[in-house]
């Protein structure tokens, strides 16, 4: 089974990307479930209902997100109506939403999908590894397939979630740096890692948002707007092909395409 994970869609230019490319990945490679992490898809900072309905329109099965997805107030009021919309599992409890998700793919398999968030450099939420072991418990009871997204800043952290759940779940993908590594690879007990998807919007930017605003702010550190930027767009993410029967993912590839105007 092949599953294209989309790496954070940072706005308008991230989600007219995932509109014209996403078909064509899934035919070229015949994708049959698609997740992507959409906490900065609302002009670079959290979603709105507007922007969740039309990323579904655009073949998304389950949209992940991260410590942005509460910069839109108004998500309070609709986060509870999705489903497949998911925010980090190891939020306190109470947190409004849903931390993972099992969703039927066309070809009738189970697929578990669980967000976490990190706290190297983050806020101190609960722990990402227990919360983790209880998620995925909780879902192999209904699906042999289970994807992990990991939003954290910390690659040490990413890397040793990698390993705590190797042979445990299908994949741990990174988010959240919005720059793409070069270390996807299948961990020894076959689950397929990477530490950061990377990001699908401008890269004629800093991860996304305007130079010049970054460059203010570094130069003066002094708090100012940030824009998304627009030019140079692209679309990353991985490729996994996770075997059906036993949860074992057999490859991941890296994805990294340009948006022609």
Known sequence: MKILFIGDIVGKPGRRAVQALVPEIIERHRVEFVIANCENAAAGFGVTRDVVEELY??????????????????INEFIEDYESLIRPANYPEGTAGRGSVVMTSPSGAQVGVINLMGRVFM?????????????????????????????AEATSEKQALGWFLDGKVSAVLGTHTHVQTADDRILPEGT??????????????????????????????????????????QLQGVILDVDEKSGISRGIERLSLKLEY
């Open 123 to 151: 806020r101190p939420l609960d722990c990402p590894f227990r919360t983790a072991q209880r998620e995925v418990e909780r879902l192999k009871q209904r699906a042999r397939i289970v994807i992990v997204d990991m939003h």
């Open 192 to 233: 397929a890692y990477i530490t950061d998807v990377g990001m699908t919007g401008s890269f004629n930017s800093v991860i996304g948002i305007r130079k010049d605003a970054i460059l203010e702010r570094f130069l003066t550190q002094i708090p100012n707007r940030f824009e998304v930027a627009k030019g140079d767009v």
């Open 57 to 74: 329109e655009y073949r998304i099965d389950v949209l992940t997100s991260g410590n942005h997805i509460w910069d839109k107030k108004e």
